[in-house]
């Protein structure tokens, strides 16, 4: 069992950057894999950047953020963040942290634990 708790959103201007941060509490932190989803509004939840359990060696992300997002973890502090650059307004969304045993995935029916999720705002 794990929880997990989002912060560091807020409104920022097209061309900002904000970092994200999941805390997580629960035992084995560094076995779970993570992963960053957001929900637009009037849209389905997708898939954002995940990020491998233990060393965090593998990451994967969506097309939409590659090369503007990074995914990254400290499992001494049992925290994930997401470093968001280059923001634009397409962004705008619930942003949410999820987990699951093991291995990497993209699929949002594949994770198992969930945090209540953060606001992130790009204006134009």
């Known amino acids: 069992q794990v929880q997990l708790i989002e912060s560091g959103g807020g409104s920022v201007q097209a061309g900002g950057s904000l970092r994200l941060s999941c805390a997580a509490s629960?035992?084995?932190?560094?076995?779970?894999?993570m992963g960053w989803f957001r929900q637009a509004p009037g849209k389905e939840r997708e898939f954002v950047a995940a990020i491998s359990g233990i060393g965090g060696s593998t990451t994967y992300y969506a097309d939409s953020v590659k090369g503007r997002f990074t995914i990254s973890r400290d499992n001494a502090k049992n925290t994930l963040y997401l470093q968001m650059n280059s923001l634009k307004p397409e962004d705008t969304a619930v942003y949410y942290c999820?987990?699951?045993?093991?291995?990497?995935?993209?699929?949002?029916?594949?994770?198992?634990?969930w945090g209540q999720g953060t606001q992130v705002t790009v204006s134009s």
């Open positions: 629960g035992r084995s932190f560094s076995t779970y894999a």
């Open positions: 999820a987990a699951r045993r093991y291995t990497i995935k993209s699929r949002e029916d594949e994770y198992d634990y």
